[in-house]
């Protein structure tokens, strides 16, 4: 499936070397103003400018929104709101060794045996380039949340053993400078998320919020609260460190939870010729917090 949500219902559409990636966002209230510059400085965050280690592409590609409905004014109208984003740095001749090929560590393999063929050209639908426009739809879901006091800040907290901010980049490039990737950690927080919001028992928040971050490229695995290093932990300690969430239900303090996203496989050292992110979780942050705000907005309205 491409949607995602009920009452804010999100169709993502496009391929990485196609014309075009985009979307479509119903169930936006009529009346909520739009913040274009927003949107543009989030999807320069998702681009990792002025980052170390990022791809040449991602630095390249304009990613220009184009309008196509649904605002009028910079403000929504209430009907369907529909986004198109060109691929203007596409180069799917950089991929013609590929028909024949599966990258590993890529969906390569299994798109073609569950559909019987494939996009070969940059992994298709399974590329990060689809990314861009779920920051463009969580952007507006961060609007119209910000207006109810509710605000997401998403942080790379580690990369690789690292954990000193200040360090980030040095190991970044050490890893770049080799032709190989490595892994990061990514936190995110939501402030002034109101006591209740999540449906047990098969819509729990901490479910919810983990079927979103599951879904982004990359992500290997979630955590809320203390998470796995739990299992190290004497029950009275863990029952003070819930992460906002019991029980399903957020209890009204700030909930934490944190995504960790594996190395591009990708890499010279692997032999992969192409552009590549020497660690796609510092892009991951804008994505993470998008997400977010759609999963919220369909919670609580």
Not at 29 to 41: H, S, T, V
Not at 255 to 282: E, I, L, N, W, Y
Request: aromatic residues 6%; hydrophobic residues 40%.
């Amino acid at each position: 499936m491409n949607t995602f949500g009920d009452k804010w219902s999100f169709t993502s559409f496009g391929e990485s070397h196609g014309a075009a990636i985009g979307g479509v966002l119903d169930g936006v209230p009529a009346g909520l103003p739009i913040d274009f510059a927003m949107i543009r400085a989030e999807l320069e965050r998702r681009a990792g400018k002025g980052q170390t280690g990022v791809s040449a592409r991602a630095l390249r590609e304009p990613d220009e929104v184009e309008w196509l409905s649904g605002v009028l004014d910079s403000v929504s109208l209430g009907t369907p709101i529909a986004f198109l984003i060109r691929n203007k740095d596409a180069r799917p001749e950089d991929y013609e060794a590929l028909k024949h090929t599966y990258r590993v560590g890529h969906a390569d393999k299994a798109y073609e045996l569950k559909y019987g063929i494939r996009d070969y050209r940059g992994g298709g639908r399974a590329s990060a380039r689809e990314t861009a426009a779920r920051v463009v739809a969580g952007c507006i879901a961060k609007q119209d949340l910000a207006a109810k006091g509710v605000t997401i800040r998403a942080a790379l907290v580690q990369v690789g053993a690292e954990t000193n901010p200040e360090k980030f980049a040095e190991t970044i490039e050490s890893f770049r400078r080799e032709g190989d990737s490595i892994g990061g950690i990514v936190e995110c927080r939501i402030h002034g998320l109101p006591a209740g919001t999540g449906e047990p028992i098969f819509n729990k928040l901490q479910a919810e919020l983990a079927f979103a971050m599951m879904s982004i490229n990359a992500c290997k695995g979630f955590e809320y609260g203390t998470g796995f290093a739990g299992v190290t932990q004497a029950g009275s300690v863990i029952n003070a460190i819930s992460g906002g969430i019991s029980g399903g239900i957020s209890d009204g303090t700030e909930v934490v939870f944190r995504c960790v996203f594996k190395p591009t496989p990708s890499t010279p050292k692997a032999g992969v010729k192409g552009r590549h992110d020497a660690c796609v979780a510092t892009r991951a942050v804008p994505v993470v917090e998008a997400m977010t705000a759609l999963t919220l907005v369909n919670l609580i309205g």
